[in-house]
């Protein structure tokens, strides 16, 4: 009996072990099929993103994706205790997420409402949505493309345009954090030197770090948004800070062709790499990226958007110059910066150093005008490109308007009491813009305007509507 018990209690150890072995096994082998048959899912599903679906999706899911994740942020982090419009409805807060990720300049809540961690998230986003940072995304994804050409066709030519291509996009991300870097470091150095301008910070319990990071990125993408409720009408007396700003809004929009083609060119006379040459000589390089022109073309765009500010400023100066409301308590040289710096704004970054509903309506117009121009438009008397650069199907043309995309800009007018028709006791002076005052449904089709306007490129097919001969 005892021996009996005593096979009985070695038998089941032995078969429990075995057991567990044989269902470890099976076990692992589902997941091995399970892992095989996900990984496989997660390839075609990439597969399917990246060379058969849609750009216009693809865009829209970037921009919605972006735009969930900043709202989820905004959600999760505490507001500013100390401000007087209290918390932000969760629709407000998705309404700033979809505004600062497609750069349009558009608020529902005072900006003095968010806390520094909140500001953060706004930096992000409108640093990943701006159109230089997704050009860099865009030309990584068609490299990708032609890498898998190159590997079923065997094409030499794939290959090289793949390799130039990707070069292309290094040299655009360090241009990014370069003009970024340098804007950042200059207006630290402004803070730092000028006490006026500090303590306007410190009266409104901004960090100068802070301050000097999200105007850089809000600058460069054309953002317009600032961490101050007042956006720059607090510093329209800071000439030195204005003329640091005016490059930044310009080298992240309207002359990003040319700074980038002059960027490449000093790089080549630097470095003497074949690499940037190719990417000035090859046509190909610029049929996959259109913010690469011509030399010519540079030169020519450049002259307009000197146009555009000199007719501005002039007209500006013309009307508003002995204006007290616009100019109070500033000398010549410090109108002449600020009115060049809201020039420059009008095309199309949104910052403001003036009051705009106090403008006169001319300059309202012709603002309005500035606005709808698309910022790559310039004049060309006649096609000169060299034949490499010209389509079989290209014909000349006595003047051309170019442009590739309609810009996307709103300048907030804030929302004043002073201004009813009739006084109402429980009216509010506030500094966001007149969308603030819209209903639940109304911010929602601002929303869906908002990012329908940030991918019109796609509607108009790149610009080529645009063209007039």
């Keep these: ?54 750009p216009f999706f693809i865009q829209i899911c970037y921009f919605l994706l972006t735009s969930s994740f ?57 640093f990943i949505g701006g159109e230089v940072f997704t050009s860099v995304l865009g030309l990584h994804f068609t490299n990708l493309k032609l890498k898998r050409e190159s590997e079923s066709s065997s094409s030499s030519n794939s290959t090289s345009i793949g390799k130039s291509l990707k070069f292309l996009g290094h040299v655009v991300f360090f241009y990014i954090l370069f003009v970024n870097l340098s804007g950042v470091f200059l207006t630290l150095l402004y803070f730092s030197l000028v006490a006026d301008a500090r303590a306007v910070l410190r009266m409104k319990k901004i960090k100068v770090i802070l301050f000097s990071i999200f105007v850089t990125v809000s600058s460069f993408t054309n953002c317009g948004f600032t961490p101050n409720n007042e956006n720059m009408v607090a510093f329209k007396s800071n000439s030195a ?50 913010h690469l022109f011509p030399r010519s073309h540079c030169a020519y765009l450049a002259l307009t958007v000197a146009g555009f500010v000199l007719v501005q400023l002039v007209l500006l100066c013309q009307q508003e110059w002995s204006s007290p409301e616009i100019f109070h308590g500033m000398n010549a040289f410090r ?16 910052e403001s150093v003036f009051d705009i509903s106090k403008l006169s309506p001319a300059i309202l117009v012709l603002f309005v005008v500035m606005m709808y121009l698309p910022p790559y438009t310039y004049f060309i008397p006649e096609e000169r490109d060299p034949p490499a650069w010209n389509s079989s199907n290209n014909r000349r043309r006595k003047l051309l308007l170019r442009s590739l995309h309609l810009s996307l800009l709103w300048f907030s007018m804030g929302y004043s009491c002073d201004r009813l028709i009739r006084s109402d006791g429980r ?40 063209n007039f001969g």
């Excluded at 409805?89 to 990720?101: I, K, P, T, W, Y």
């Excluded at 002359?255 to 630097?270: E, G, N, S």
């Excluded at 600020?338 to 949104?350: D, E, I, K, P």
């Excluded at 639940?440 to 089709?445: D, E, F, L, T, Y």
């Design 427 to 466: 009216c509010e002076d506030v500094s966001y813009g007149f969308a603030g005052r819209w209903s639940g449904k109304g911010k929602m089709i601002l929303m869906v305007a908002m990012l329908l306007g940030r991918l019109k490129k796609f509607q108009i097919e790149g610009g080529k509507a645009w």
């Design 335 to 350: 109108k002449l910066v600020a009115t060049l710096f809201q020039s420059v704004n009008s095309r199309h970054a949104g």
């Design 70 to 126: 900043g709202f989820l942020a905004l959600r999760i982090l505490t507001p500013n205790s100390n401000a007087e419009q209290g918390h932000p409805r969760n629709l407000d807060l998705f309404f700033m997420s979809v505004s600062a990720a497609t750069v349009s300049s558009m608020s529902t809540v005072e900006m003095e409402s968010f806390s520094p961690a909140q500001h953060w998230v706004l930096v992000v986003l409108m």
């Design 1 to 54: 009996m005892h021996c009996f018990l005593t096979k009985r209690l070695n038998y089941r150890p032995s078969s429990a072990m075995e057991l567990l072995s044989c269902l470890s096994k099976k076990a692992n082998k589902k997941l091995s099929s399970l892992k095989a048959c996900s990984w496989r899912s997660l390839c075609f599903l990439f597969d399917f993103f990246l060379f058969r679906c849609d």
């Design 241 to 290: 800070l204005l003329l640091i700003l005016i490059p930044q809004i310009l080298a992240g929009n309207t002359l990003f062709p040319l700074c980038l083609r002059l960027a490449i060119w000093v790089m080549k006379k630097t470095t003497k790499r074949e690499e940037f040459r190719d990417i000035i000589r090859r046509p190909e390089v610029a049929e996959y990226y259109k």
